[in-house]
């Protein structure tokens, strides 16, 4: 298995990259400016005020890696090339001939290992089945952040296949980087299958992120890593060269410290695709005129109309610690000047939740088939051609990609099925009903700006429907694992999303860095 065998280590790429910029462990520079927990605006202020360069903050996070990688396995690869695009960068903005630079001009970005790089770095989703495979170009989305001039640092773990290969393999684990750990507690979920980029960012591996999501890959490691993640409405951003699941379904989004971070990243990487043309064609209606940064605003709470579905999201125990966070959280958001809308109730939630029930799985399954065929056959150089090759490949390197333990039931359940079919076409019209006649009509009949949850669990309500929702910090267990707010609305209500969490975050202020991993560093 020559492929797998022969592939560097990723210590090694790292050791390299710091040794040849002079920072080998033994060799370390002294930092004054804090980067840990950094903002981009911070980041760029203190590129201006000539504290710092590009070049050092990149230095900086791959010396972060090789310290933390090894216990939380967040990072699979890093770019050989990431110093040199600093050092770009660098050069740029001393010429002062590019004119006005993006708030991302200079600033490292980890991709979710599903997202395709067309340069030194793999795109494999997790898996040895697509280690050297060569992709045609960069996806969208990153063509879009080298425009912007972003440092690509490398590429984040992840559930394997973005958690669509087997329901047994554990949150975070995937064949070529092992599991992520949640750095907040190391024994807990860091959930997924955005694992990495969550981690990562949470850790101060990386000062920004991007994941993905089908049906909650990006709310749900946001969740739980103390992060904001931004699920886009479907075809905000392309999800071209993006190793797909479902198009219905999928979007690529960031998971970064801050909302104000976040929105940053979103603002340069959504927009039209000539090779994702109709979704980003469709949506491309929703972006406003002047972008998305202008929504970040202090009062963004004032005046909002936001539902609470108690049942079955906001059932807390009298004087549990969730009910308790989420009373204070409640108060908070009233003396905002928010109207809340109490007991409200989404129809038919048991089926929508059920995925059997509701006809996602059986969708989800034909159009992964279709799909990831289609993207196999697409790749300039590739081991595998088809969904049927990727299955061949994990009986035949059964011990790599962990066969005995985790299985591939969910890609064999795939490769049965044959194209949209009848029964595909039904379960795609009672998605579109359970859609309508549910999370549609509780916002419309109560002129909602949103619905807000606790936790991740309203991701599917938005995920069949390609809802926006935006996952921000609200809290810790007593174990110290961290839980988020959700706040999900209707296509193309970002601006308001990124008004409302915006002005939550800034109220609250609850992220605070992984303890034990920042003292130790």
Same mark, same amino acid.
């Given at each position: 298995m020559a492929s797998i065998s022969s592939h560097l280590p990723l210590s090694a790429v790292v050791l390299t990259l710091l040794c040849a910029s002079s920072l080998c462990p033994h060799a370390t520079k002294a930092q004054k400016f804090p980067m840990r927990e950094a903002t981009i605006e911070d980041l760029q202020a203190a590129f201006r005020q000539n504290e710092f360069s590009s070049k050092?903050?990149?230095?900086?996070?791959?010396?972060?890696?090789?310290?933390?990688?090894?216990?939380?396995?967040?990072?699979?690869?890093?770019?050989?090339?990431?110093?040199?695009?600093?050092?770009?960068?660098? *050069?740029e903005r001393r010429s002062k001939k590019c004119g006005p630079l993006s708030g991302l001009h200079g600033i490292p970005i980890l991709l979710k290992d599903n997202i395709a790089t067309k340069d030194k770095l793999n795109t494999t989703a997790g898996s040895y089945a697509l280690l050297g495979s060569v992709v045609p170009r960069d996806a969208g989305v990153?063509? *879009?952040?080298?425009?912007?001039?972003?440092?690509?640092?490398?590429?984040?773990?992840?559930?394997?296949?973005?958690?669509f290969r087997s329901t047994q393999a554990p949150n975070g684990w995937c064949a070529r980087s092992g599991r992520g750990r949640n750095p907040y507690n190391l024994s807990a979920d860091p959930c997924g299958s955005s694992s990495g980029s969550a981690i990562s960012v949470a850790a101060n591996m990386v000062a920004v992120s991007l994941g993905t999501e089908t049906d909650g890959s990006i709310l749900c490691p946001s969740s739980y890593n103390s992060v904001v993640g931004i699920k886009p409405t479907v075809g905000?951003?392309? *999800?071209?060269?993006?190793?797909?699941?479902?198009?219905?379904?999928?979007?690529?989004?960031?998971?970064?410290?801050?909302?104000?971070?976040?929105?940053?990243?979103?603002?340069?990487?959504?927009?039209?695709?000539?090779?994702?043309?109709?979704?980003?064609?469709?949506?491309?209606?929703y972006i406003p005129v002047n972008g998305y940064l202008q929504f970040l605003k202090l009062d963004g709470l004032k005046g909002k109309r936001l539902g609470i579905v108690r049942n079955p999201f906001a059932n807390f125990p009298d004087g549990s610690l969730l009910g308790l966070t989420f009373k204070r959280h409640l108060q908070t958001l009233r003396q905002r000047g928010t109207v809340l809308l109490d007991n409200l109730e989404i129809a038919n939630i048991s089926t929508i939740l059920d995925s059997s029930s509701s006809g996602e799985l059986i969708a989800l399954l034909a159009e992964f088939k279709l799909s990831l065929d289609s993207y196999l056959k697409e790749l300039l150089v590739s081991p595998v051609r088809s969904l049927k090759d990727v299955i061949a490949f994990d009986e035949k390197f059964a011990h790599e990609e962990m066969?005995?333990?985790?299985?591939?039931?969910?890609?064999?359940?795939?490769?049965?099925?044959?194209?949209?079919?009848?029964?595909?076409?039904?379960?795609?019209?009672?998605?579109?009903?359970?859609?309508?006649?549910?999370?549609?009509?509780?916002?419309?009949?109560?002129?909602?700006?949103?619905?807000?949850?606790?936790?991740?669990?309203?991701?599917?309500?938005?995920?069949?429907?390609?809802?926006?929702?935006?996952?921000?910090?609200?809290?810790?267990?007593?174990?110290?694992?961290p839980f988020g707010m959700?706040?999900?609305?209707?296509?193309?209500?970002?601006?308001?999303?990124?008004?409302?969490?915006?002005?939550?975050?800034?109220?609250?202020?609850?992220?605070?860095?992984?303890?034990?991993l920042h003292l130790s560093t």
């Open positions: 050092q903050l990149v230095e900086f996070y791959l010396k972060q890696i090789h310290k933390l990688n090894p216990l939380l396995r967040s990072v699979i690869e890093v770019n050989p090339d990431a110093l040199q695009q600093a050092e770009e960068a660098d *050069r990153v063509k *879009r952040l080298r425009k912007a001039g972003a440092v690509i640092l490398g590429k984040a773990s992840l559930s394997e296949w973005a958690d905000l951003t392309s *999800r071209a060269g993006v190793v797909p699941i479902s198009p219905k379904q999928d979007t690529i989004g960031p998971i970064c410290r801050t909302v104000a971070d976040a929105v940053q990243v979103l603002h340069a990487i959504v927009g039209f695709d000539e090779y994702d043309d109709e979704a980003t064609k469709e949506a491309s209606k066969m005995k333990e985790y299985g591939q039931e969910i890609f064999i359940a795939a490769e049965a099925t044959d194209g949209v079919d009848a029964e595909v076409k039904k379960a795609f019209s009672k998605l579109k009903k359970l859609t309508r006649e549910g999370f549609e009509k509780t916002m419309m009949e109560n002129k909602l700006d949103a619905i807000l949850t606790l936790g991740s669990d309203f991701a599917t309500v938005l995920a069949i429907g390609g809802f926006p929702g935006i996952s921000v910090p609200a809290g810790y267990y007593k174990d110290g694992v959700c706040f999900g609305g209707l296509r193309g209500s970002e601006p308001k999303l990124i008004e409302i969490a915006y002005a939550f975050e800034q109220a609250t202020k609850i992220r605070k860095p992984p303890v034990e």
